[in-house]
């Protein structure tokens, strides 16, 4: 039954027989998922994996427009990727994603790189086996940023991992907050049928998967758009108690619709690890009040305070901008401020970057781009001495991992994380990918932990323990 909802309804013709597909990634864990459905649907249309874009016959680029920067880098890559296509007459490049859903910028990639056969939005990814098929024999590009998008329900995923999926719960963002093109690239929120989540979580389960995570811009909003009575906490609730799955996360929370309900399933919840991501943003009230979010600062030290009351080990982190347009110095102070007082576990830190269409972009923003780094410096300067400071105190401490697999800088070590999201190392032989293990935290940084692996005593059941990986 489970198989029908994600397999029934797709077909595409059998175009890539005997080609060989790559797919370059920007961006958050939407994109990452919807590279997963890319790669799923080329592969049913007959493409399999290339290992280097050299060795590729479709070369597809998914694109982030969330600041300035990947933006740039995607201009150079199609500049470099020109050679290439010059060499290699079949050679189909594609864009997608967040860039390309802006018509004014799919027209500008159009204009500046011809060579490029599509370039689609985010809405077009259910009729990619159409225009695909479409573009490749067209002289010039092919632009698809139509916002009709129909249903994403059904279509295939060609997962990367085999113990770790990526769960969409809603699509989509209503919020506006005055900085950001998110709203203005994936459309309004729209939540998936709550049977298709669970059915789909159920099948991931039977299918070996132990750690799922939910996604969407903002899942607190889940089911607002549906009417069918389930909200997030009840969604939540709900996959808590599926069989096989060890852990649950979700990202991300919006502080504005982060409901006491949903406070309490994670304070009762087995799966549902410890660990909320919060974007916080700015500290200063005037400043939020500009950037549209809809809470004080106060409201969010309250509510982080309610789950640090609720889910005592709970590591929390969050997003935090500096140089919003108007900024004051004394504005940035109670950013700094806020990190003395919430003492984060990790902060993801950004400058402004001004989005085109956005409301801010229109605010004047006289700040040097040199008052704007050194604001940006002494804010992960102080973030990482409290990552360190809290990071110490784990030291000693026993804790489970679920093992991601070999550590990417030194292969003797194998890598996992904590419940609570936390990066940990150990040395390992053996590949123990997909595992849970229990290791004892010899050493703290900034970024990650290190420790030593706790071999289990015999008669246990080595990839089955901690006090909530297990089932029932
Ligand atoms: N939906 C999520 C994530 C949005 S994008 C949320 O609401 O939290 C991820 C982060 O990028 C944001 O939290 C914000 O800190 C940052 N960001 C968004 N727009 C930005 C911009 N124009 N300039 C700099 N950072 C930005
Ligand atoms: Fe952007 Fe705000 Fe929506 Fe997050 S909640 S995606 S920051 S508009
Ligand atoms: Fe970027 Fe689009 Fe995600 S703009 S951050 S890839 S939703």
Not at 356 to 370: K, N, Q, V
Request: glycine share 8%.
């Amino acid at each position: 039954m489970e198989k029908d909802l994600t397999e029934a309804s797709f077909r595409a013709d059998l175009i890539g027989e005997g080609k060989k597909y790559i797919i370059i990634t920007f961006g958050c864990q939407a994109n990452e998922f919807d590279t997963e459905v890319l790669a799923g649907m080329l592969e049913s249309m007959g493409y399999c994996t290339a290992s280097a874009p050299e060795d590729a016959d479709l070369i597809l680029i998914n694109t982030c427009a969330v600041r300035r920067k990947p933006e740039e880098k995607v201009a150079g890559m199609l500049g470099r990727l020109r050679k290439l296509k010059e060499k290699n007459d079949g050679l189909v490049i594609a864009v997608g994603g967040c860039m390309s859903q802006q018509p004014a910028v799919a027209a500008d990639l159009a204009r500046r790189f011809p060579f490029v056969n599509l370039i689609f939005g985010t809405h077009a990814l259910p009729r990619f086996p159409q225009i695909l098929a479409q573009a490749r024999g067209a002289g010039r590009p092919l632009i698809d940023v139509a916002e009709n998008g129909g249903s994403r329900e059904g279509l295939p995923v060609r997962r990367s991992s085999s113990f770790h999926a990526w769960l969409p719960v809603i699509y989509g963002c209503n919020n506006y907050c005055s900085y950001c093109i998110v709203p203005h690239v994936r459309g309004r929120e729209r939540s998936r049928p709550f049977k298709n989540i669970v059915a789909e979580a159920r099948s991931l389960a039977a299918a070996g998967y132990k750690e799922i995570t939910l996604l969407g811009q903002n899942v607190n909003s889940y089911g607002n758009d549906r009417k069918e009575g389930y909200d997030f906490a009840d969604l939540l609730a709900e996959l808590d108690r599926i069989e096989g799955l060890w852990r649950i996360r979700f990202l991300t929370s919006h502080p504005k619709d982060l409901s006491p309900r949903l406070i309490g399933v994670m304070s009762r919840g087995k799966k549902i690890c410890e660990h909320l991501h919060l974007p916080a943003q700015a500290g200063s009230n005037r400043i939020l009040k500009m950037m549209n979010r809809r809470y004080t600062r106060e409201k969010y030290l309250e509510l982080i305070g309610a789950l640090r009351e609720a889910v005592p080990r709970i590591a929390l982190t969050t997003d935090l901008m500096v140089a919003f347009p108007g900024e004051s110095e004394a504005d940035f102070g109670e950013t700094m401020d806020l990190l003395d007082e919430a003492r984060f576990d990790q902060a993801y830190t950004f400058i402004y970057s001004p989005r085109p269409g956005t409301a801010a972009a229109r605010i004047d923003d006289p700040l040097s781009a040199a008052d704007k780094r050194e604001r940006l410096q002494r804010l992960v300067r102080r973030q990482n001495q409290i990552s360190l400071e809290i990071n110490r105190t784990l030291v000693g401490q026993t804790v489970e991992l679920m093992v991601e697999g070999r550590s990417k800088s030194d292969p003797a070590m194998q890598s996992g994380r904590t419940r609570t999201n936390k990066l940990v190392h150990f040395a390992a032989s053996a590949d123990l990918g997909g595992k849970l293990v229990e290791v004892e935290i010899t050493g703290a940084f900034t970024w990650y932990l290190a420790g030593k692996r706790i071999e289990p005593l015999p008669g246990s059941v080595p990839d089955r323990m901690g006090r909530s990986g297990r089932d029932g």
